[in-house]
C-alpha cells in the first residue's frame, strides 16, 4: 500500500477514535515505527504534529463550552516549549533501543491507567463537586515547573502529553473538564516545538507525510465528534487499552529478548 494512503486511513481512524473518546493517538508511533519502518526521529515528528492538530481542535472545543482555564493553560505551556526541545534533545542522544522501550513502557502505563480510569470515575465526580476554590491562583513558578517538566518527559517518551498533565492538575484539584481543556492547550505547545526538533535534518518527504497525516486526524476527529453519541465509548476504551498494552508489553519483550 502506498505510504501516503496508509499514513491518511490510520490517522483518519485514530482521528475518529480521538473525537470520540479522547484516546487513540498512542497508536500513533506504534504504527510508524513498527508497520510503516520509519526511524525514531520519523516517527515521533509526525506523531507530535497530530497530537498538535488534535490539540488544537479540542481546545478550540473547551474553550468555545467554557472549560479552559486560559491563564492557567498559557503559564503552563510557557514552561512546556524549552522542556519540548529539552526532551527531544535528551531522546536524540541515547539509543534508539532505549527510546522505544521508554515509549512502549510508557504506553503500558497509560494502558493501565485508562483502565482503571472508569473506576475512578465517581470519585472524580464526586471531589469535581466540592471544588469551589479558585485554581488560577497557584504560583506561576510551580506551573511553569509542571509544563516544563512534563513536556520534558513526554517529547522524550514520544508520547502525548495529556495523559500525563491532566492527573497532575486532577491532584491540583481542577475541574475534570477544566483540567482536559488546559492539558489539550498545553499539547500544542508540546506538540510543535517536538514536532519540528525531531524534523531538522530529516528531509522534505518528511513534511509531506505529516502534513498528510495532521489533515487526516482533522477529518477524523471531525466525523469522531459526530459518532460520538451513537457509540458505547466505554467498550471501545477498554478495548483501545487492552489492544495498546498487548502490543506495548509485546514490543518491550521483543525489544529486550
Known amino acids: 500500500m502506498n505510504i501516503y494512503l496508509a499514513i491518511f486511513i490510520f490517522n483518519s481512524i485514530i482521528g475518529i477514535l480521538l473525537g470520540a473518546?479522547?484516546?487513540?493517538?498512542?497508536?500513533?508511533p506504534i504504527f510508524l515505527l513498527n508497520v510503516l519502518h520509519f526511524d525514531i526521529a520519523q516517527s515521533y515528528s509526525m506523531s507530535f504534529l497530530?497530537?498538535?492538530?488534535?490539540?488544537?481542535?479540542g481546545a478550540y472545543f473547551y474553550w468555545n463550552t467554557n472549560n479552559l482555564d486560559i491563564k492557567t493553560?498559557?503559564?503552563?505551556?510557557?514552561?512546556?516549549?524549552p522542556g519540548a526541545f529539552l526532551g527531544v534533545f535528551l531522546n536524540r542522544i541515547v539509543s534508539s533501543d532505549v527510546a522505544e522501550i521508554v515509549l512502549y513502557s510508557?504506553?503500558?502505563?497509560?494502558?493501565?491507567?485508562?483502565l482503571i480510569e472508569g473506576k475512578l470515575d465517581k470519585k472524580r465526580s464526586r471531589i469535581s463537586t466540592q471544588q469551589t476554590a479558585d485554581n488560577?491562583?497557584?504560583?506561576?513558578?510551580l506551573l511553569l515547573f509542571i509544563g516544563f517538566s512534563t513536556a520534558a518527559f513526554c517529547t522524550f517518551a514520544g508520547a502525548g502529553g495529556p495523559v500525563l498533565l491532566i492527573p497532575i492538575l486532577l491532584l491540583m484539584k481542577f475541574n475534570g473538564k477544566k483540567a482536559i481543556g488546559i492539558?489539550?492547550?498545553?499539547?500544542?505547545f508540546v506538540g510543535i516545538p517536538a514536532s519540528l526538533g525531531y524534523a531538522i535534518g530529516e528531509g522534505s518527504h518528511l513534511s509531506i507525510y505529516g502534513i498528510v497525516g495532521a489533515i487526516?486526524?482533522?477529518?477524523?476527529?471531525?466525523?469522531?465528534?459526530?459518532?460520538?453519541?451513537?457509540?458505547?465509548?466505554?467498550?471501545?476504551?477498554?478495548f483501545l487499552s487492552i489492544v495498546a498494552l498487548s502490543a506495548s508489553l509485546f514490543l518491550?519483550?521483543?525489544?529486550?529478548v
Open 136 to 141: 488560577s491562583n497557584y504560583p506561576t513558578v
Open 252 to 256: 518491550i519483550i521483543k525489544l529486550v
Open 21 to 28: 473518546t479522547g484516546i487513540g493517538g498512542f497508536l500513533i
Open 216 to 238: 487526516a486526524i482533522i477529518l477524523g476527529v471531525r466525523l469522531g465528534t459526530i459518532f460520538v453519541k451513537n457509540v458505547n465509548l466505554a467498550i471501545i476504551k477498554t
Open 106 to 114: 510508557f504506553i503500558t502505563i497509560t494502558s493501565l491507567y485508562s
Open 50 to 57: 497530530a497530537f498538535s492538530v488534535a490539540g488544537i481542535l
Open 183 to 188: 492539558a489539550l492547550f498545553n499539547s500544542v
Open 73 to 81: 493553560a498559557i503559564i503552563i505551556s510557557l514552561g512546556s516549549i
